[in-house]
């Protein structure tokens, strides 16, 4: 941890990326921070393999690049990041990005000298929702991601110590690999398991509200039932590890501060609030009881169906 973060490769996964990912990659190609190379682990199907080749080879300039193909049923949330970070070599550390995540053209910069300022093992970006986005997404992100950077030490006592978003994540690949890596085989929320493993190990991370993503989503109510059906079934699973306990509170009180701000400022989109936390609040409990039900009730349940093979 004494020698300073200097070389970062990327690491993204990626399944059936919609043409968003050609900015994801024009946005990494301008950082004012160099980046030594990008590893793209796609596990879509063979078909369109070929296709997403083709957009990394176009968008990715003059950026050293890696394309390499799993099948759909070899990926995992864990297991695959630690396969993109093997492949680099002789990088420091490892950006972590989703095919969603479009970097303002200074955050790797500051993120990396945040991290090396604070003495770091992993440092994650800001979220700020998408252009065009709804105002509930707006709200989301604003109230979810502070304005105020952060750093987390020693063991973890709320859920706040363990986010590290890999949306936009830097991680130290020397104490990425003295933790173990990843977790194998994981449902979802792979980043939190991993902050949760660096901080007991340990070592620091910490927020960088100065070093920006713009990533958010507008999910159906299926889609909300999904993804929070996966949260559900993870937090059951690592429930002994990680500070849960103080989630539900947190997720209280973000809805209380939606609810009040939709109100206030866009009262025609109570009801799609409503819809939303409608649907994580059944995903969530449904996953929690994951255990009572079938393996075919599961799989349909979730979006993360190769989990359940």
């Not at 301008?30 to 190379?37: K, L, N, V």
């Not at 003059?62 to 949330?77: A, G, R, T, V």
């Not at 958010?216 to 909300?224: A, E, K, Q, R, Y």
């Not at 990680?242 to 009262?267: C, S």
Request: glycine fraction near 6%; charge should be positive; hydrophobic fraction near 40%.
């Amino acid at each position: 941890m004494k020698r300073l973060v200097q070389s970062v490769g990327a690491v993204i996964p990626i399944y059936n990326p919609s043409e968003e990912f050609a900015s994801v990659l024009m946005a990494l190609e301008r950082q004012t921070y160099p980046i030594s190379q990008v590893i793209v682990i796609d596990s879509s199907p063979k078909t369109d393999v070929r296709n997403h080749h083709k957009l990394v080879e176009d968008y990715c300039g003059n950026l050293k690049y890696l394309f390499w193909h799993i099948l759909p049923e070899e990926f995992d949330h864990g297991k695959t990041r630690n396969l993109g970070a093997s492949k680099l070599i002789d990088e420091d550390a490892v950006l972590f990005l989703t095919q969603d995540g479009i970097m303002s053209e200074d955050c790797v910069e500051k993120l990396v000298d945040f991290m090396n300022k604070n003495t770091l093992a992993g440092v994650y970006a800001r979220q700020l929702a998408r252009k065009g986005a709804s105002e509930l997404e707006v709200i989301e992100r604003r109230l979810t991601y502070s304005s105020t950077s952060r750093i987390n030490v020693d063991s973890p006592r709320m859920i706040d110590d363990v986010l590290l978003s890999n949306v936009c994540s830097i991680i130290r690949i020397d104490a990425l690999k003295a933790v173990g890596g990843f977790p194998i085989k994981i449902i979802t929320a792979e980043d939190i398991v991993i902050a949760n493993k660096l901080l007991v190990s340990g070592y620091n991370t910490g927020y960088c509200a100065e070093a920006t993503v713009r990533h958010s989503h507008m999910l159906s109510f299926v889609g909300t039932v999904k993804r929070y059906f996966d949260t559900g079934v993870m937090h059951t699973e690592w429930k002994d590890k990680i500070p849960f306990n103080t989630a539900r509170v947190k997720g209280i009180k973000l809805v209380k501060d939606e609810v009040l701000h939709i109100i206030k400022n866009r009262p025609t989109e109570l009801g799609t609030l409503l819809l939303s936390v409608l649907g994580k609040t059944i995903g969530y409990s449904l996953g929690r009881k994951s255990s009572l039900l079938s393996v075919n009730i599961k799989r349909k349940l979730s979006q993360n169906i190769g989990f359940w093979r």
